[in-house]
């Protein structure tokens, strides 16, 4: 059976670009020029343990490995370890029977672990563990309760987290949806969230929600994972001192976005997501004098520093990095490939996963 190819878009065509001296000519800029660099930005621990595991099933296992979905939510992610003999699928069934697939860091739904096993897959799960722990409070809870999921529906993650209860669980996408969703027991209900949404917004929608539903339970600890939450507070810090943010990440990125909407709800005059430095319009930068910077946490690092580049040659080439937390939470790998690894005399097996390159 031949395997249907997640589409990932190209890279976008160079075009001509507007010299830094026309930019400076259409208006020129008084205060200094300046970079204000997010810091966290990029890969966060789940990410690097995903994308180290298709890497290490590859070293391990040789090509083809299948992966179902995109990895992480990443353009250059993917078609690098597409170049490398991954080959992503959005279904088990696209996988030929007894072959090895890996599950996307978005976590899957238990049909989808059912399904494999009935092709008899080898998998290797790629869950990010704190999407792993959001699945668990779905399958407690639901004894007791009903769960109002906090989320966009038709994202990986979602699908995911639905599938562990589908018939205890409602989505509620936005402030719309808390404002009319139906519940049958308000006494016994609890909510959970998408790790990757809008602390605001998710807030906003909670109040909405304990309006209605006094007795509305919160989760046992935050979903919103550490990664969303301090990528959030770095660009909420620059965002207003900047006339333009510029956000490195895909356009499935739920997290990406959210900084995009982030920074313009906290004062930026303007930002944009690209996934390459190629993307940036410089008609973007007349008139500005301090340019933010951030990446999802998708995002290999390597893409921001294209950005820089590309900001250096129009004038900003002073960069102030501005650091809001430090982190240093590691992953280890998943538990299939640590075996494999192990007995092969890998003695990186025991590795945490987290890099930023
Ligand atoms: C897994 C999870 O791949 P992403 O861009 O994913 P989102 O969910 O933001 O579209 O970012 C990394 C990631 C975030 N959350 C991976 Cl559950
Ligand atoms: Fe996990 Fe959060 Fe990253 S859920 S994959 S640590 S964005």
Redesign the pocket.
Known sequence: MSATAVSVPMPAVPRRRRSPEEVAAAAPVTAPKRVLLAAPRGY?A??DR?VIAVEKALEHYGAPVYVRK?I???VHVVSSLEARGAIFVEENEEVPAGELVVF????VSPAVVQSAADRGLRTIDAT?P??TKVHKEAVRFAEDNHILLIGHEG?E?VEGTYGEAPESTTIVNNPEEARTVQVDDPDHLIWLS???LSVDETMEIVDILRERFPNLQNPPSDDI?Y??TNRQVAIKKIAPQAELVIVV??A?????VRLVEVALEYGAKASYRVDFANEIDEAWFVGVASVGVTS???VPEVLVQDVLRLLAEYGYGSVEEVVTAEEDILFSLPKELRATMKAAGDPTYKMGAKSNS
């Open positions: 966060c789940g990410v995903a995109q992480v939510h990443n996307s860091a978005h976590g990010c704190l999407v994202h993650e998408q790790t990757t994972c990664a969303t990440g895909s499935n990125s739920s997290n990406s999802g946490a998708s």
